[in-house]
């Protein structure tokens, strides 16, 4: 996606600003602060995320990273840190040269989050890398952390004069989701964010749309002729999108339990997904043009007064799943006998609009199921005339647009072919685009993507609060609705596809979910 106002709709010549897109962005001198290193994110995503753009060319000499944490580290200690987990889960190879520059930028301060002696000393140290390693008075403020600690943290950057750049300098905070719990919680984060920090100096991350597969969503759909006028009520049957893992929750009880696996991803990564298939073309890809027309989707989804038969939830139960016996929900570390969160949640909804009215959108996801798999799947209408009607409606079924957003990143598009030979048969063939096969670079991480556009102050792959309100407005409907049910939701087998309600929502509808 372009940079921010680099390529609004009057700028000057088209060429040109597409030659200048193809060319590497690189971050100006800044720093990062990480709040919550030791957490799992940081640790294998973040770090590493921020070494493989160190490698990749993309940071500049002046960059410090700075961790900020309980740990009573030394500079060193927390050096050595980061090299652990960039050596364990960087993307690109280690590289020495590239490391010794980096990691001569990384400095550790100790303290709580409401330490005012801390964020005097983080104070110190921010204007010490401005002086010794030039970055200029541009900080980053990334809170890996639980959002009951935003307003504390947020708080003290203010008071300590950190959130208030000078002239010719930027500050910005980053926040991860979950962003609340529901509209209300996530309209009161929002407050004691932008209390502090202006709107647009607030990154909200939600890591789906820095995949490349997502963003491809957008280049696939406006950069054709191809798809697009089939993208609609006329010719779309209905969509199905899928996040599937095979992991339970791991130790991750703690935060899962009472979220469930609609607030987890589906308010955000699946509703993401959803406004970027259904939206309608952005007049260039600004952010303010890209998050208004996704936020018009949303808007758009309007749900029955009765839920019911509009949902279905689960949780995995114990069994043998890739020749381990594993535990069920209920038995997981820290998450009580009688726990009602879902790990299994699948959702039908229906846009208001003219190019989707009579189109299901169905949305699932979970965790336990068959395989590791997000794709988006765009099913066809049957052609309306079948003179091959008598053949198996099984190895023949409806056309489709697959866009595998992971991990076998591409795009199939299915549709039916003659059976070779002297007999009138047809079977369903794929035809495939794979990024293994089709470019010679890997993607980057999601993050890779996503902190570069932090640095460069480029926020179109940055959900803003609408959209985030929006997606609760979704979402609340369907909780206030499964809370009303009583009892536990149904037990699925791990590595199956979720509960036979979810197929029983498919069903309902004449229809039936892939088995991707
Ligand atoms: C996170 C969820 O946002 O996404 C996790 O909190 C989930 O529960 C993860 O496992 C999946 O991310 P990815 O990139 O592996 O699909």
């Known amino acids: 996606m372009s940079r921010s106002g680099a390529s609004s709709p009057r700028s000057s010549n088209p060429l040109r600003d597409a030659r200048d897109r193809r060319l590497n962005r690189i971050a100006g001198p800044s720093s990062l602060v990480l709040f919550g290193v030791t957490g799992d994110l940081a640790r294998k995503k973040l770090m590493?995320?921020?070494?493989?753009?160190?490698?990749?060319?993309?940071?500049?000499?002046?960059?410090?990273?700075?961790g900020f944490g309980r740990r009573d580290w030394s500079d060193d200690e927390f050096v050595a840190e980061v090299k652990e987990s960039v050596t364990q889960y960087a993307r690109t190879p280690f590289n020495d040269a590239v490391w010794e520059q980096l990691s001569a930028g990384i400095r550790f301060v100790?303290?709580?989050?409401?330490?005012?002696?801390?964020?005097?000393?983080?104070?110190?140290?921010?204007?010490?890398?401005?002086?010794?390693?030039?970055?200029?008075?541009?900080?980053?403020?990334?809170?890996?952390?639980?959002?009951?600690?935003?307003?504390?943290?947020c708080q003290k950057l203010s008071e300590h004069g950190l959130a208030q750049p000078d002239d010719g300098q930027w500050r910005r905070v980053v926040i991860?989701?979950?962003?609340?719990?529901?509209?209300?919680?996530?309209?009161?984060?929002?407050?004691?964010?932008?209390?502090?920090?202006?709107?647009?100096?607030?990154?909200?991350?939600?890591?789906?749309?820095?995949?490349?597969?997502?963003?491809?969503?957008?280049?696939?759909r406006f950069?054709?002729?191809?798809?697009?006028?089939?993208?609609?009520?006329?010719?779309?049957?209905?969509?199905?999108?899928?996040?599937?893992?095979?992991?339970?929750?791991?130790?991750?009880?703690?935060?899962?339990?009472?979220?469930?696996?609609?607030?987890d991803v589906i308010q955000n990564h699946l509703l993401q997904l959803l406004a970027l298939t259904a939206m309608e073309e952005p007049i260039s890809f600004d952010a303010e043009h890209l998050r208004t027309e996704k936020e018009k989707v949303l808007a758009a989804v309007q749900l029955p007064d009765d839920?019911?038969?509009?949902?279905?939830?689960?949780?995995?139960?114990?069994?043998?799943?890739?020749?381990?016996?594993?535990?069920?929900?209920?038995?997981?570390?820290?998450?009580?006998?009688?726990?009602?969160?879902?790990?299994?949640a699948a959702l039908r909804l229906d846009i208001h609009?003219?190019?989707?009215?009579?189109?299901?959108?169905?949305?699932?996801?979970?965790?336990?199921?068959?395989?590791r798999v997000t794709e988006i799947a765009v099913v066809f209408?049957?052609?309306?005339?079948?003179?091959?009607?008598?053949?198996d409606e099984a190895a023949f079924g409806q056309n489709a647009v697959v866009i595998r957003v992971q991990p076998d990143e591409g795009v199939t598009i299915r549709f039916g072919s003659k059976v070779p030979g002297t007999q009138t048969e047809?079977?369903?063939?794929?035809?495939?685009?794979?990024?293994?096969?089709?470019?010679?670079?890997?993607?980057?991480?999601?993050?890779?993507?996503?902190?570069?556009?932090?640095?460069?102050?480029?926020?179109?792959?940055?959900?803003?609060?609408?959209?985030?309100?929006?997606?609760?407005?979704?979402?609340?409907?369907?909780?206030?609705?499964?809370?009303?049910?009583?009892?536990q939701p149904e037990t699925y087998e791990p590595g199956s596809w979720g509960p036979a309600s979810a197929d029983e929502l498919l069903a309902a509808d004449g229809r039936t979910w892939r088995r991707p």
Not at 112 to 134: K, M, N, P, S, V
Not at 244 to 263: K, M, Q
Not at 381 to 391: D, G, I
Not at 445 to 463: K, N
Request: proline share 6%.
């Open 176 to 220: 991860e989701k979950p962003f609340g719990h529901d509209l209300e919680s996530a309209q009161e984060l929002n407050r004691i964010v932008e209390e502090v920090f202006p709107p647009d100096a607030v990154f909200r991350i939600d890591h789906y749309l820095g995949k490349e597969t997502v963003q491809n969503i957008l280049a696939l």
């Open 426 to 487: 047809v079977r369903d063939v794929t035809m495939d685009f794979g990024y293994g096969h089709s470019f010679t670079e890997s993607s980057p991480e999601a993050y890779e993507r996503l902190i570069l556009d932090v640095l460069l102050g480029e926020p179109p792959l940055f959900p803003r609060q609408q959209e985030v309100e929006l997606s609760w407005q979704i979402l609340d409907p369907f909780e206030k609705y499964w809370q009303s049910l009583d009892g």
């Open 223 to 263: 950069a054709n002729q191809l798809f697009e006028p089939l993208w609609n009520a006329n010719h779309v049957d209905h969509v199905q999108i899928t996040m599937a893992e095979d992991i339970g929750i791991g130790s991750r009880a703690g935060y899962y339990d009472g979220v469930g696996a609609a607030r």
């Open 48 to 66: 590493p995320a921020i070494y493989d753009l160190a490698n990749r060319g993309l940071l500049p000499p002046s960059f410090g990273l700075v």
């Open 381 to 391: 209408k049957r052609a309306p005339n079948l003179l091959f009607r008598e053949h």
């Open 307 to 344: 839920l019911a038969g509009r949902s279905a939830r689960g949780q995995y139960g114990s069994g043998w799943q890739g020749g381990e016996h594993v535990n069920g929900f209920l038995e997981e570390d820290g998450i009580p006998a009688d726990s009602v969160t879902e790990s299994f």
């Open 353 to 371: 609009t003219r190019r989707w009215s009579g189109v299901p959108f169905y949305l699932r996801t979970g965790k336990r199921l068959g395989r």
């Open 110 to 153: 100790q303290g709580t989050f409401d330490d005012d002696e801390a964020f005097g000393a983080l104070q110190e140290c921010l204007e010490e890398l401005d002086r010794d390693r030039g970055t200029r008075g541009n900080h980053a403020f990334y809170l890996s952390i639980p959002p009951d600690a935003f307003e504390a943290v």
